[in-house]
T-cell receptor, first 118, second 114 residues
Framework: SQTIHQWPATLVQPVGSPLSLECTVE??????LYWYRQAAGRGLQLLFY??????ISSEVPQNLSASRPQDRQFILSSKKLLLSDSGFYLC?????????????????FGPGTRLTVL | RKEVEQDPGPFNVPEGATVAFNCTYS??????FFWYRQDCRKEPKLLMS???SGNEDGRFTAQLNRASQYISLLIRDSKLSDSATYLC???????????????FGKGTLLTVNP
């Protein structure tokens, strides 16, 4: 079965500091990978998605970046955090269309990282 | 703009009640539909994929009306453990990267009381 890991679980960082969040998936190959942010009291916002190693699509302009150095590893980074970067960061994976039992594009989420920027 | 709108809630119901959540979506090209549940301070978890003919899983029934661009979730015989936020989720449809993108509603909070 597939599992997805994220770390750290919680993080408190000062404004202007760098950020690196890591996500890894086990039990599947060539997954689609996603980074979302959920601000307090708001819905999930898609930040980045990746359909393969080195392939990153950005959904919103911001001071964040993403990288996929290995098939099942997805990293979210920032050089300088802003107060507005606080939130709950979620990594998710999905099968490629046609790869799973059904091609309904379900996404499966990791446990998330709760980031507070002070 | 592609949007998913849900009942704002919150819903407070007694144990054993039947509760229904409604959701509308604006993108007629959407192909896949889901309900997720999210417990407080946890990640969303897939509850049900919604099939075109509607589908049932135990106490949960999901319906899809493509003509009206409307999705519903019915929970029968509510349990305390059903207390959570329910998210209506729609994929953006076929074509390039849109096939991979899901749009999430803001969610409806359900509290089931003893």
């Amino acid at each position: 079965s597939q599992t997805i890991h994220q770390w750290p679980a919680t993080l408190v960082q000062p404004v202007g500091s760098p950020l690196s969040l890591e996500c890894t998936v086990e039990g599947t190959s060539n997954p689609n990978l996603y980074w979302y942010r959920q601000a307090a009291g708001r819905g999930l916002q898609l930040l980045f998605y990746s359909v393969g190693i080195g392939q990153i699509s950005s959904e919103v302009p911001q001071n964040l970046s993403a990288s996929r150095p290995q098939d099942r590893q997805f990293i979210l980074s920032s050089k300088k955090l802003l107060l507005s970067d606080s939130g709950f960061y979620l990594c998710a994976w999905s099968f490629l269309p046609g790869q799973g039992k059904r091609s309904y594009n379900e996404q499966f989420f990791g446990p998330g990282t709760r980031l507070t920027v002070l | 703009r592609k949007e998913v709108e849900q009942d704002p809630g919150p819903f407070n119901v007694p144990e054993g009640a039947t509760v229904a959540f409604n959701c509308t979506y604006s993108n007629s090209a959407s192909q896949s539909f889901f309900w997720y549940r999210q417990d407080c301070r946890k990640e969303p978890k897939l509850l049900m994929s919604v099939y075109s003919s509607g589908n049932e899983d135990g106490r949960f029934t999901a319906q899809l009306n493509r003509a009206s661009q409307y999705i519903s979730l019915l929970i029968r015989d509510s349990k305390l453990s059903d207390s959570a936020t329910y998210l209506c989720v729609v994929n953006e449809g076929y074509g390039g990267g849109s096939n991979y993108k899901l749009t999430f509603g803001k969610g409806t909070l359900l509290t089931v009381n003893p």
